[in-house]
Nanobody, 127 residues
Framework: QVQLVESGGGPVQAGGSLRLSCAAS????????MAWFRQAPGKEREGVAA????????YYAGSVKGRFTISKDNARNNLYLQMNSLKPEDTAMYYC????????????????????WGQGTQVTVSS
């Protein structure tokens, strides 16, 4: 059973940085689709960054491209999201997601493509 545990969220001022971590109990002998999603109050969950661990190919939503970086530490089996130049509109609950299947780039932002989810970590950006 895959377990995902996020950490690293908190309050930050606009322009600041945060690094989210996702401790993942994954089988290191296989590839996974992994992603960070976020959900703000009253809004739908949206994907912000994703990667396929076998190729390390990364994908970013337009709203965060150039500011956020997704990475994976294979030694610790952790997923990270480095968030720079944070804006108030980045305020949301951030979730780590994983799947043992790769559906391709067309479904990387489809939350139904991921069958494992963490409990979330809150990021609050003040102006």
């Amino acid at each position: 059973q895959v377990q995902l545990v996020e950490s690293g969220g908190g309050p930050v001022q606009a322009g600041g940085s945060l690094r989210l971590s996702c401790a993942a109990s994954l089988d290191t002998d296989r590839g996974y689709s992994m992603a960070w999603f976020r959900q703000a109050p009253g809004k739908e969950r949206e994907g912000v960054a994703a990667m396929y661990t076998t190729t390390s190919r990364t994908y970013y939503a337009g709203s965060v491209k150039g500011r956020f970086t997704i990475s994976k530490d294979n030694a610790r089996n952790n997923l990270y999201l480095q968030m720079n130049s944070l804006k108030p509109e980045d305020t949301a609950m951030y979730y780590c997601a994983a799947s043992d299947r790769w559906y391709g780039p067309s479904r990387v932002w489809d939350s139904s493509s991921y069958n494992y989810w963490g409990q979330g970590t809150q990021v609050t950006v003040s102006s």
